[in-house]
């Protein structure tokens, strides 16, 4: 058979600037014979026909017709894709006794990139309106006019008994009329997104009795004022879809909530929409949903209720979400895409529901540390994605909660340099000699197949392309020597089976206070040790002072008691005498300067657990009630300095300094340094600039020293935990920062 082909070798990728961000994907993600922008695909054997980007498609399509109907050849795959033409071709689907009728054996469409967008609209009109008596004028709203488009008259009157998929797609279309698609009985699925629709016709979809598949993405993306508007609020309904893509497009709400019984499908990202009301997908067989980029779709309760048993897939990001409880009992879900939002914990009442769930992606949200069990609650956990959160401590705990993971995204974090860390590290650089990269598959055996979504596939690309520690660390080294990639071998007891997903040298460095700066995970020292992050040559001072004792057990072993009876106060000492270290150099060459202009009023110091409390809750009253120019680390610090200078230099500039005092904050060595350094300041400058604020009771057992010594000679104030006097407790704080405020500005109006 002969064919006029205009194929080009090269990817089916669509650009990098134009890639799907929504679950539904973009239209090639998910069909395999035609390319981005029109051409059909080299794949593709017997009946292909591509006429993409020429200027005389139409004649070429009259000589092809005419050369297979000589050789008794069919037409299944035919691209008129940027031909330059203004409406479909008549000659396409005009019969004749002596040639071959293309309408009749081809089974995919495409018009890509073609002008469409011309019609006709009839002038405004009057009708009359006739009675016994008289005649009366009625003027027609314009919405009511009828339109008549110019570009689907070729497609009016022919008949598509094979057509399968039609690719409509960036053809500049404006309206949809009434009976376009009556003529493809079997068409499957439509594809009309990247056009300027704004009107459908009631009656546009009538007769596509087998469609299961629509596409209306990317509408008027240039413009998202202007809305879809559906004639009929039940033009979807009785269209019986099982998938529906909307991404992208501002669409009129009418028809919202009349998706059919049958809908599995949806993606409604990015459309603008208001949140969605209680019960709205509830007579659904809803199985994969994208809301994601719709700010709080999901305020009201109950929006996704009815869909516990159903649901699979959900892509919720950049929704203004701050916490997950709204999919508590989900036990079908599988893949949960939650990034860029305001969540703060991971709550094991929820998650422990999920028992399908194996995809987690937290992308920049705000999640901290976590001291529980709370991964593992889920059996069929795989992959769990928490880059760009405020995580900053990896604990044993952590490590065995996420042990049966096969994929672990932690980049991104301001990590401290605990010694977990390291044998993290240790756990997926040696998992990558033993474990192999495998794909993530649904449970379903009907979702492996590509179903107009990508939940799967998406991640499943991301571990395609994914970075080996061990790779990483041999090319920086140039060497395969294992012994370069860690400071001494292997010296984890811990295991797991997870490998890094992300990971990147410049990404995965810890901050480590005896060094003063950044280093990688496999300079940390292990656990076995030591627990305080000391340097080498200290290590080996603590193996000689290790044979002193044995040699003379009866003189240390009441010592050794003794600091075993007060181990917590005397690791404090430990931890005191390297601050102390810290800060004699930091400050030797400072000079108290009584006349200095200070930057901010007050610096607060708080661990990030606390955070949502000092940013919903603080921040508003002091700053905006208070008038008081806070310094907060996260937005203050300079970029392009080290942690440990951004500290002392903001606390240098600022009037006074507010610990937010919690349990967590004191298991925080950054916080421990700032109190530490508080005192210091104290100390040294001889004024009363520190405020405590406690978040709750904090028993003697659990103070350090330095805290039981700043709240014996401090007056301290008590978060009210029920609620109750919190009124009182903004009043005090109050009057607290304007006394400071205005005392110093006296001492330095003196000075």
Same mark, same amino acid.
């Given at each position: 058979?002969?064919?006029?082909?205009?194929?080009?070798?090269?990817?089916?990728?669509?650009?990098?600037?134009?890639?799907?961000?929504?679950?539904?994907?973009?239209?090639?993600?998910?069909?395999?014979?035609?390319?981005?922008?029109?051409?059909?695909?080299?794949?593709?054997?017997?009946?292909?026909?591509?006429?993409?980007?020429?200027?005389?498609?139409?004649?070429?399509?009259?000589?092809?017709?005419? +050369?297979?109907?000589?050789?008794?050849?069919?037409?299944?795959?035919?691209?008129?894709?940027?031909?330059?033409?203004?409406?479909?071709?008549?000659?396409?689907?005009?019969?004749?006794?002596?040639?071959?009728?293309?309408?009749?054996?081809?089974?995919?469409?495409?018009?890509?990139?073609?002008?469409?967008?011309?019609?006709?609209?009839?002038?405004?009109?009057?009708?009359?309106?006739?009675?016994?008596?008289?005649?009366?004028?009625?003027?027609?709203?314009?919405?009511?006019?009828?339109?008549?488009?110019?570009?689907?008259?070729?497609?009016?009157?022919?008949?598509?008994?094979?057509?399968?998929?039609?690719?409509?797609?960036?053809?500049?279309?404006?309206?949809?009329?009434?009976?376009?698609?009556?003529?493809?009985?079997?068409?499957?699925?439509?594809?009309?997104?990247?056009?300027?629709?704004?009107?459908?016709?009631?009656?546009?979809?009538?007769?596509?009795?087998?469609?299961?598949?629509?596409?209306?993405?990317?509408?008027?993306? !240039?413009?998202?004022?202007?809305?879809?508007?559906?004639?009929?609020?039940?033009? =979807?309904?009785?269209?019986?879809?099982?998938?529906? !893509?909307?991404?992208?497009?501002?669409?009129?709400?009418?028809?919202?909530?009349?998706?059919?019984?049958?809908?599995?499908?949806?993606?409604?990202?990015?459309?603008?929409?208001?949140?969605?009301?209680?019960?709205?997908?509830?007579?659904?067989?809803?199985?994969?949903?994208?809301?994601?980029?719709?700010?709080?779709?999901?305020?009201?309760?109950?929006?996704?209720?009815?869909?516990?048993?159903?649901?699979?897939?959900?892509?919720?990001?950049?929704?203004?979400?701050?916490?997950?409880?709204?999919?508590?009992?989900?036990?079908?879900?599988?893949?949960?895409?939650?990034?860029?939002?305001?969540?703060?914990?991971?709550?094991?009442?929820?998650?422990?529901?999920?028992?399908? =769930?194996?995809?987690?992606?937290?992308?920049?949200?705000?999640?901290?540390?976590?001291?529980?069990?709370?991964?593992?609650?889920?059996?069929?956990?795989?992959?769990?994605?928490?880059?760009?959160?405020?995580?900053?401590?990896?604990?044993?705990?952590?490590?065995? !909660?996420?042990?049966?993971?096969?994929?672990?995204?932690?980049?991104?974090?301001?990590?401290?340099?605990?010694?977990?860390?390291?044998?993290?590290?240790?756990?997926?650089?040696?998992?990558?000699?033993?474990?192999?990269?495998?794909?993530?598959?649904?449970?379903?055996?009907?979702?492996?197949?590509?179903?107009?979504?990508?939940?799967?596939?998406?991640?499943?690309?991301?571990?395609?392309?994914?970075?080996?520690?061990?790779?990483?660390?041999?090319?920086?080294?140039?060497?395969?020597?294992? +012994?370069?990639?860690?400071?001494?071998?292997?010296?984890?007891?811990?295991?797991?089976?997870?490998?890094?997903?992300?990971?990147?040298?410049?990404?995965?460095?810890?901050?480590?206070?005896?060094?003063?700066?950044?280093?990688?995970?496999?300079?940390?020292?292990?656990?076995?040790?030591?627990?305080?992050?000391?340097?080498?040559?200290?290590?080996?001072?603590? +193996?000689?002072?290790?044979?002193?004792?044995?040699?003379?057990?009866?003189?240390?072993?009441? /010592?050794?008691?003794?600091?075993?009876?007060?181990?917590?106060?005397?690791?404090?000492?430990?931890?005191?005498?390297?601050?102390?270290?810290?800060?004699?150099?930091?400050?030797?060459?400072?000079?108290?300067?009584?006349?200095?202009?200070?930057?901010?009023?007050?610096?607060?110091?708080?661990?990030?657990?606390?955070?949502?409390?000092?940013?919903?809750?603080?921040?508003?009253?002091?700053?905006?009630?208070?008038? /008081?120019?806070?310094?907060?680390?996260?937005?203050?610090?300079?970029?392009?300095?080290? /942690?440990?200078?951004?500290?002392?230099?903001?606390?240098?500039?600022?009037?006074?300094?507010?610990?937010?005092?919690?349990?967590?904050? =004191?298991?925080?060595?950054?916080?421990?340094?700032?109190?530490?350094?508080?005192?210091?300041?104290?100390?040294?400058?001889?004024?009363?600039?520190?405020?405590?604020?406690?978040?709750?009771?904090?028993?003697?057992?659990?103070?350090?020293?330095?805290?039981?010594?700043?709240?014996?000679?401090?007056?301290?104030?008590?978060?009210?935990?029920?609620?109750?006097?919190?009124?009182?407790?903004?009043?005090?704080?109050?009057?607290?920062?304007?006394?400071?405020?205005?005392?110093?500005?006296?001492?330095?109006?003196?000075?």
């Amino acid at each position: 058979m002969n064919c006029i082909c205009g194929l080009l070798e090269g990817s089916n990728d669509v650009p990098k600037e134009e890639r799907k961000l929504c679950l539904t994907g973009y239209m090639t993600d998910i069909q395999s014979w035609v390319t981005w922008d029109g051409r059909l695909t080299v794949g593709l054997k017997e009946g292909v026909a591509d006429l993409s980007s020429r200027k005389d498609a139409t004649p070429a399509l009259k000589n092809l017709i005419s +050369s297979q109907s000589r050789h008794n050849g069919v037409i299944k795959y035919l691209s008129m894709a940027k031909c330059g033409i203004r409406q479909v071709p008549t000659i396409i689907f005009l019969s004749d006794s002596a040639f071959m009728n293309p309408a009749e054996t081809v089974e995919y469409l495409t018009f890509y990139g073609n002008n469409f967008g011309q019609f006709l609209v009839t002038s405004e009109r009057y009708d009359s309106i006739l009675n016994a008596t008289s005649a009366k004028e009625v003027f027609l709203d314009p919405m009511n006019v009828q339109r008549r488009s110019t570009w689907s008259a070729g497609l009016h009157s022919a008949y598509f008994p094979k057509l399968k998929e039609l690719d409509l797609r960036a053809c500049n279309i404006e309206v949809l009329d009434a009976f376009i698609f009556q003529g493809m009985p079997y068409l499957t699925a439509l594809y009309l997104g990247e056009n300027s629709i704004s009107f459908v016709d009631a009656h546009a979809f009538v007769g596509l009795n087998s469609l299961r598949h629509l596409d209306i993405s990317r509408n008027r993306e !240039d413009d998202p004022k202007r809305i879809l508007f559906f004639e009929s609020a039940d033009t =979807l309904q009785r269209l019986n879809l099982q998938s529906l !893509d909307l991404s992208f497009t501002a669409v009129d709400t009418r028809a919202l909530g009349n998706f059919g019984t049958k809908l599995e499908r949806l993606s409604v990202c990015y459309t603008g929409l208001f949140p969605l009301k209680p019960n709205i997908f509830a007579n659904t067989s809803m199985k994969y949903l994208d809301l994601s980029g719709n700010a709080e779709i999901l305020h009201e309760e109950g929006v996704l209720r009815g869909l516990e048993n159903s649901l699979r897939v959900l892509y919720v990001n950049s929704i203004a979400l701050k916490s997950l409880d709204f999919i508590k009992g989900f036990t079908k879900l599988e893949v949960l895409k939650a990034s860029q939002n305001k969540i703060t914990a991971i709550s094991l009442d929820v998650m422990r529901t999920l028992r399908s =769930l194996q995809i987690l992606d937290l992308d920049g949200n705000r999640i901290s540390a976590w001291f529980s069990k709370i991964i593992s609650t889920m059996p069929k956990m795989k992959l769990l994605i928490l880059v760009n959160n405020n995580i900053n401590l990896i604990t044993d705990s952590v490590i065995a !909660d996420i042990a049966n993971l096969k994929y672990v995204a932690l980049s991104k974090n301001l990590m401290v340099c605990y010694c977990y860390v390291r044998d993290m590290y240790e756990i997926a650089f040696q998992n990558e000699f033993r474990l192999k990269d495998t794909n993530i598959t649904s449970s379903s055996i009907e979702d492996n197949a590509l179903m107009f979504h990508t939940g799967f596939s998406d991640y499943n690309e991301i571990i395609t392309k994914r970075r080996n520690v061990t790779e990483s660390c041999f090319q920086i080294h140039n060497s395969t020597d294992v +012994s370069n990639c860690f400071v001494g071998d292997f010296s984890t007891n811990l295991t797991g089976n997870f490998l890094y997903l992300d990971y990147d040298e410049g990404n995965y460095n810890c901050f480590s206070m005896a060094h003063a700066g950044s280093i990688s995970y496999g300079e940390v020292l292990p656990c076995g040790q030591d627990l305080r992050d000391m340097r080498p040559e200290l290590i080996l001072n603590e +193996s000689r002072k290790s044979f002193l004792l044995l040699c003379i057990p009866l003189v240390l072993l009441p /010592i050794l008691a003794f600091i075993y009876a007060f181990r917590r106060n005397f690791r404090y000492f430990l931890i005191t005498m390297r601050n102390s270290a810290m800060l004699s150099l930091i400050n030797e060459k400072n000079v108290v300067d009584e006349t200095k202009i200070f930057n901010y009023d007050v610096f607060v110091s708080y661990c990030n657990e606390d955070r949502t409390w000092v940013l919903d809750q603080l921040l508003p009253h002091v700053e905006k009630d208070c008038r /008081i120019s806070v310094c907060l680390h996260e937005r203050d610090f300079q970029v392009g300095l080290s /942690i440990l200078e951004n500290i002392v230099s903001c606390m240098d500039r600022s009037r006074f300094i507010m610990l937010i005092i919690s349990r967590r904050f =004191l298991l925080s060595q950054w916080c421990q340094f700032e109190m530490h350094l508080a005192q210091h300041r104290l100390l040294e400058t001889r004024r009363e600039d520190l405020i405590l604020v406690l978040l709750e009771e904090i028993p003697r057992s659990l103070r350090p020293n330095t805290l039981h010594y700043l709240m014996l000679t401090k007056t301290y104030i008590v978060w009210p935990r029920d609620g109750t006097e919190e009124r009182e407790f903004w009043r005090r704080l109050k009057k607290s920062l304007v006394t400071q405020k205005l005392k110093s500005a006296e001492n330095d109006s003196l000075a």
